[in-house]
């Protein structure tokens, strides 16, 4: 019987995902801190490294699923950008419109990284 679901490989890169979401977030907070005129520059550079985290989520897990890699790195990569708008909604005390839109950008970069992983183990004959 084969599953669908590799829940180590996914838990490892929602895991990734949060981490890589809190290496962006704590040094822009405190670049962002003082209020200078490279704010605008700051928030443009955090968006930026943000749309490489959901890429590194779904890689690092197609790299360690056991079967269905860009499936399995697409899942990895929606939920950790689900929990990423909760913890946000929770924190501003408010709706974010573009939730919906910002689940499907996510698993859309998470599926790139996700193809890519299943690409590389493929090469490594895993």
Avoid: C, K
């Amino acid at each position: 019987m084969t599953h669908l679901l590799d829940i180590a490989a996914i838990l490892r890169g929602i895991a990734v995902f949060l981490a890589g979401t809190l290496v962006v977030f704590v040094p822009a907070s405190f670049l962002l801190f003082p209020r200078t005129r490279s704010e605008g520059f700051a928030a443009l550079s955090v968006e930026v490294l943000l749309i490489f985290v959901p890429v590194l989520a779904g890689y690092v897990t197609a790299l360690r699923a056991s079967q269905r890699p860009v499936f399995n790195g697409t899942l990895a990569g929606a939920v950790g950008t689900l929990l990423l708008l909760a913890v946000l909604m929770l924190w501003l005390q408010t709706y974010v419109p573009t939730g919906a839109f910002a689940v499907l950008i996510g698993s859309i970069l998470a599926s790139v990284g996700a193809a890519a992983g299943g690409y590389v183990r493929s090469r490594r004959g895993a």
